[in-house]
């Protein structure tokens, strides 16, 4: 093994720096890069077609058993590991992932033909427009790539952990358009545990509340602008 430090470009990645103790081989003609421990890692930008997934990404690349962090050959490329206190920004969700932990497998074969898979155990989310739509949730996710979109699904909790719903998204590569649908369903506030601000600033008002609600909601953006609406259903609260 040896001390690794790169700064490289390459498919979905740029502006990429890795520092890693590990082992690159070329051998006829694939090259293979497995990492002997986890490495420091920093890439500006993740990009996958005309749309830009992630801005500022930085944690740590642990290797996932004895599989090559990325293999590559004049068929293609793989990239595969898990990911622990991992930050991004997420443009499309104007967005901040923190602290994110979990697994990611990536490879194409061809020109424009990547596709993966992000399954996220643990992150916290933190809202990046200037007036902040909710407060910050935590969660797990899973989140994949094929056919030129990206499509998912996320668990959220609130404060003290409390369960507040769940979001499924899609986002097409292409257009640079998407959607997300936001269902928060038997939502528990407290005086002594969650309340509605706790969720949203905009529900600040609402104090000391004590019973049930559920809501929906959706965020849809294009390469010009998001809009978004939602619907707050209070079936009892005190």
């Known amino acids: 093994d040896a001390a690794l430090k790169a700064h490289f470009e390459y498919d979905m990645l740029r502006d990429a720096d890795i520092s890693a103790t590990g082992n690159a081989a070329l051998h006829n003609g694939r090259f293979t890069l497995v990492l002997a421990q986890c490495a420091q890692t920093q890439i500006g930008t993740v990009r996958a077609g005309r749309s830009t997934m992630a801005r500022r990404v930085a944690g740590i690349i642990c290797p996932n058993a004895n599989t090559p962090l990325i293999a590559s050959d004049a068929d293609g490329w793989t990239a595969a590991g898990l990911a622990e206190n991992l930050s991004a920004e997420i443009p499309m969700a104007t967005a901040k992932l923190s602290g994110a932990d979990g ?45 030129k979109r990206v499509t998912g699904e996320a668990t959220m909790a609130g404060k003290h952990g409390a369960r507040v719903g769940r979001v499924t998204f899609v986002h097409d590569l292409n257009s640079g358009a998407g959607k997300a649908d936001i269902a928060a369903r038997d939502v528990h506030f407290d005086p002594k545990g969650l ?18 609600a559920r809501g929906t909601g959706s965020v849809a953006w294009t390469r010009r602008g998001t809009t978004s609406h939602g619907v707050l259903e209070i079936a009892e609260l005190d």
Not at 113 to 140: C, E, N
Not at 196 to 206: F, G, I, K, T
Request: net charge positive.
């Open 103 to 147: 697994a990611f497998v990536f490879q194409a074969q061809g020109p424009g033909a990547s596709q993966g898979k992000v399954q996220i155990a643990h992150a916290r989310i933190t809202d990046m427009t200037r007036s902040p739509r909710f407060r910050p949730l935590s969660g797990g996710a899973t989140v994949m790539l094929a056919n």
């Open 195 to 212: 309340q509605p601000a706790d969720l949203s600033p905009l529900l600040a008002q609402v104090r000391k509340a004590k019973g049930s």
